[in-house]
């Protein structure tokens, strides 16, 4: 027969687990500093033409720079002439970035060519930076809200049903 007090204490240590270590990851992620991992030089800008993306679409624009055609995500207005790059971060990605401003857009794709390494340190939580990311880490989040739920209901039946077959030898006797 199982007692409310330890069903209930089952269950706070399921949601402890399932919803803790979603969170210890989140914080270790979120102190882990955007380290600068590769780049390259990606020419000065020429153009660029947007598209206006769709309901569930993002927006796409066309980078042309002296170096050949970049495809980015959202948009992005430059003067003609100034100086762009290609890198790549730890949490960011791969983004075209103007050289020497905060301006960057992620790339839409995969970038075809060389990225040269940057000297680094690398933090101490890279690996789960790495590993998770943040699509990883929703999963992981929205999974321990899943097993919460679930085992709460599973729980409650199993000591529901308990207390219906101690109802019935009370009956009965």
Known sequence: ???????????????????????????????????????????????????????????????????????????????????????????GGTRLCVTGTPVCRPLAGPFAGHLAPVPHHTPRFAGVVTTLGANGLALAVVLGVLLAFVSGIVIAACVAGDNDASAREDITG
Do not use: D
């Open 1 to 91: 027969m199982t007692s409310i007090k330890s069903a209930v204490a089952l269950w706070l240590g399921i949601c402890a687990v399932s919803l803790g270590v979603p969170t210890v990851l989140h914080t270790l992620i979120a102190h882990t500093p955007n380290t600068l991992l590769a780049q390259a030089a990606a020419g000065r800008f020429e153009s660029a033409s947007a598209s206006a993306g769709g309901f569930f679409a993002r927006s796409i624009t066309t980078v042309q720079t002296t170096r050949g055609s970049f495809l980015v995500v959202g948009p992005l207005s430059l003067q003609h002439g100034q100086r762009l790059a290609v890198t790549a971060t730890l949490k």
